[in-house]
């Protein structure tokens, strides 16, 4: 075939892409290195200044970095757990299997942010319905939002409500793409139900789960809008993640220069620290 | 054994319909109530605990000099820029997937993988790194709290998933179907537009309802790159959360919100059912 026609398919993609993405990140590199701020907006030149700040002096980025890692992997966990386990059990024939795959579907729908609102009331302190409920059982009421550990929990919830059902998503199709082969040579040796799903169904489902959990780590490094609307980052800064902590430094106190570096050194972090997790899962899933 | 299973695969899943649907009957019954049933206790069902009002559904079609919401106007802005962003990326996206699928890419150590690669890793952008340079970018050519300007964003969000999703159906639609095609006496362009696109119509269909569903949800470039001139509807509910707005007509602008893409839902169950998207997704 004429080599010609494969760059008129690819390149309008590709170069819109491009178009719209080299400029920001040459931007942010070259901003990352000035001292652009509310009082000098700038361009000018001080080095790796930032950078010194950053590495030196800012234990509330690292502190924000941690604490996001801590909320994306527990809540991926989580959601591969409870997908996997929802996925298994309308993957087969059970009553109304279709009603409930689209109960376990909606939440992905929603706009994060707009059920993040809903949750806001529904966990009300004293006017929320868990706590009157709990109250009903003689629990004291919990203070969802306002202590910083239960707050973290409280994303983690919220979290795990908005993104099972893609992780539920990614594995029931998979599921259902399996060959019927091996199950019919597991029914034939007489394999209990949980010895098929250590010895057939879970190492089937290995390269679709290692596709589906770093989808969702993906995804997850990027926890923003809820927290944004669910506690703002508080109390104090209990909930804040890397993303929340930038827009702060940015876009609410001006400090173009810094966030810039922020952004940058972050986005590093982030290409690294998600390829060495996609190498690791790799090895781990393939060799059981 | 087989019945503690099966008692407690039902208790799981009732336990997790009710987790899923709990937020929305919430909002559905404080969508009804009024200050008294708000604030003095909590309260569930109408009529036993409460008497319903339709206060809260009514300020929606208020105009906001008259104490409304005004989301309507968010609401046609969120389904302008979700469209017009999906259609373009699935535009541009089908075709890059359709020649990373079909031909191969040499340009020093790049190979199609890179190329695959390059396109859905921009799915690892934090939108924090993006938004301040757009924010500076937008707002130097004018575009900043502009349609247009969202559009040019939204299309970095979607075209990854594109390019992602068409690029495994591709791979699985099979190579000889366009042979023929071109053997047939068809130019590269007809194969493609006259026998692979009829083809790929589930693909397609998957793809876009992604892309329609992250862009519908997507909130916070709306937010920082939007002010007063154009809002989308995430913008607004949380708007109207962090101003005095009371519960019961947030709770109907919410559920407005999040309506129409329950629908999607049952469209993707559709397609699980029929086995369509296994190929799709994988």
């Known amino acids: 075939m004429n080599f010609k ?50 590495f030196t002096d800012d234990p509330r980025f690292w502190e924000s970095f941690f604490r996001l890692s801590f909320l994306s992997v527990t809540t991926v966990i989580l959601q591969y757990v409870i997908g996997f386990a929802l996925a298994m059990m309308v993957w087969r024939e059970i009553r109304f299997k279709r009603f409930f795959r689209v109960i376990f579907l909606v939440p992905m729908m929603t706009t994060p942010v707009i059920m993040t609102v809903i949750w806001r009331t529904f966990f009300h302190e004293s006017l929320g319905p868990v706590n009157d409920l709990l109250g009903g059982l003689g629990v004291k009421p919990i203070l969802w939002l306002s202590d910083p550990v239960i707050a973290k929990f409280t994303v983690i919830i919220v979290e795990v409500w908005q993104w099972t059902p893609f992780m539920f998503l990614l594995l029931l199709a998979g599921l259902l793409s399996l060959p019927k082969e091996p199950f019919l040579a597991a029914a034939i040796d007489g394999a209990s139900p949980f010895r098929k799903f250590v010895y057939v169904t879970f190492p089937l489902m290995a390269p679709i789960s290692i596709g589906a959990i770093i989808i969702r780590l993906i995804e997850a490094s990027k926890i923003m809008d809820t927290v944004f609307v669910l506690t703002s980052g508080g109390p104090g800064t209990a909930t804040e993640t890397s993303s929340f902590y930038i827009y702060i430094k940015g876009l609410r106190e001006f400090q173009m220069g810094y966030a810039a570096t922020l952004s940058f050194t972050y986005l590093v972090i982030m290409i690294i620290s998600l390829t060495i997790i996609a190498k690791v899962l790799t090895k781990l899933m393939i060799k059981e | 054994m087989s019945k503690l299973y099966t008692f407690l695969k039902y208790f799981f899943i009732t336990f997790w319909t009710v987790f899923v649907v709990a937020p929305f009957l919430w909002a559905v019954s404080t969508s009804f109530k009024d200050f008294q049933s708000v604030n003095s206790k909590v309260t569930y069902i109408p009529w036993l605990d409460f008497e319903p009002t339709l206060e809260g559904w009514r300020v929606l079609i208020k105009s906001p000099a008259k104490g409304g919401v005004d989301i309507v106007e968010p609401y046609f802005n969120s389904i302008f820029v979700t469209c017009t962003a999906s259609l373009i990326s699935i535009v541009l996206g089908t075709l890059a997937a359709y020649a990373l699928s079909r031909f191969t890419f040499k340009a020093g150590f790049v190979r199609n993988n890179d190329i695959t690669f390059f396109f859905i ?156 998207l296994s190929g799709a997704l994988k």
């Open chain 1, 5 to 54: 026609h494969k760059f008129v398919f690819l390149f309008p993609g590709l170069f819109v892409l491009i178009g719209i993405l080299i400029f920001p990140i040459i931007f942010t590199i070259r901003l990352s290195l000035s001292g652009w701020n509310s009082y000098t907006p700038e361009m000018n030149f001080i080095g790796i200044t930032n950078y010194i700040r950053l």
């Open chain 2, 121 to 276: 890793s921009q799915r690892i952008m934090p939108p924090i790194v993006l938004s301040i340079p757009f924010f500076i970018f937008l707002s130097t050519i004018g575009l900043l709290d502009s349609l247009l300007g969202l559009v040019v964003v939204y299309i970095v969000l979607l075209m990854p998933i594109a390019v992602w999703i068409m690029v495994d159906f591709f791979n699985r639609v099979p190579k000889e179907l366009d042979e023929t095609a071109l053997i047939d006496g068809c130019n590269p362009y007809q194969a493609f537009y006259k026998v692979v696109l009829p083809n790929s119509i589930p693909g397609l269909i998957v793809a876009g309802m992604f892309c329609i569903i992250f862009g519908w949800i997507d909130f916070f470039f709306a937010f920082i790159l939007t002010f007063t001139e154009v809002q989308l509807l995430p913008v607004k509910v949380v708007a109207l959360n962090s101003s005095i707005t009371p519960w019961w007509s947030l709770s109907a602008s919410a559920l407005v919100s999040v309506a129409p893409l329950i629908i999607v839902a049952f469209i993707v169950e559709r397609y699980l059912s029929k086995g369509n």
